[in-house]
């Protein structure tokens, strides 16, 4: 299996220019994440999904749209982007809990896409 | 509101000398706990889980933690830390939902010294 794989690993942008991270994962899980790492930050999560054709908000959504049309790919879309998004972005999956009182499941990580906007 | 706090950011020690990294939570309930490691240029690997039962949980590498509910830490040791151990270290709390969302610390950066 290739686990979580994140294309491109790095990207410089004007503001106002808009794209799209994509993420693909192999494991058949259902859960899918996306984060974003600021320096001293640690992980903001931006959007989540269950499954195939549900996503939520998270932390920090603001600038950001996703899809989860299937089970494997959970692309993250800009806008317009601005200086403000210059960060490392990292695509997680999972498991999903089968009781959320029992477990929770380790999140598995891709290698993350590293984006400058200028 | 779930939050996690490591207070050291930057930690340099001796290889072969040993290692606490320190981790407080912050959770109305029993907390579910990760430690996640990530080497450079890579994503997150989960080192070690606290779900309940035993304080003391071993993980990969050689690393273990413990939990301690009075003093709301769950730090993370290792006897005789390796080269291979520099790194950014992330302590976690599950946020309470079904989603299995957790809440990420800000990382301890680890360097080894020759």
């Known amino acids: 299996n290739a686990g979580v794989t994140q294309t491109p690993k790095f990207r410089i942008l004007k503001i106002g220019q808009s794209m799209t991270l994509q993420c693909t994962q192999d494991?058949?899980?259902?859960?899918m994440y996306w984060y974003r790492q600021d320096p001293g930050m640690g992980l903001k999560l931006i959007y989540y999904s269950v499954g195939a054709g549900i996503t939520d908000k998270g932390e920090v959504p603001n600038g950001y749209n996703v899809s989860r049309s299937t089970t494997e790919d959970f692309p993250l879309r800009l806008e317009l982007a601005a200086p403000s998004q210059t960060s490392v972005y990292f695509c997680?999956?999972?498991?999903?809990?089968?009781?959320?009182?029992?477990?929770?499941?380790?999140?598995?990580f891709g290698p993350g896409t590293r984006l400058t906007v200028l | 509101a779930q939050s996690v706090t490591q207070p050291d950011i930057h930690i340099t020690v001796s290889e072969g000398a040993s290692l606490e990294l320190r981790c407080n939570y912050s959770?109305?309930?029993?907390?579910?706990l990760f430690w996640y490691v990530q080497s450079p240029g890579q994503g997150l690997q989960l080192l070690l889980k606290y779900f309940s039962g035993d304080t003391l949980v071993q993980g990969i590498k050689g690393f273990e933690a413990e939990f301690k509910r009075s003093q709301s830490s769950f730090n993370l040791r290792k006897p005789s830390v390796h080269w291979s151990d520099a790194a950014e270290y992330f302590c976690a709390v599950a946020a309470y939902s079904s989603a299995s969302k957790i809440i990420f610390g800000s990382g301890t950066r680890l360097s080894i010294r020759p």
């Open positions: 997680a999956s999972s498991y999903p809990s089968s009781d959320a009182l029992s477990s929770y499941n380790e999140q598995f």
């Open positions: 494991m058949n899980h259902n859960y």
């Open positions: 959770y109305g309930a029993t907390p579910y």
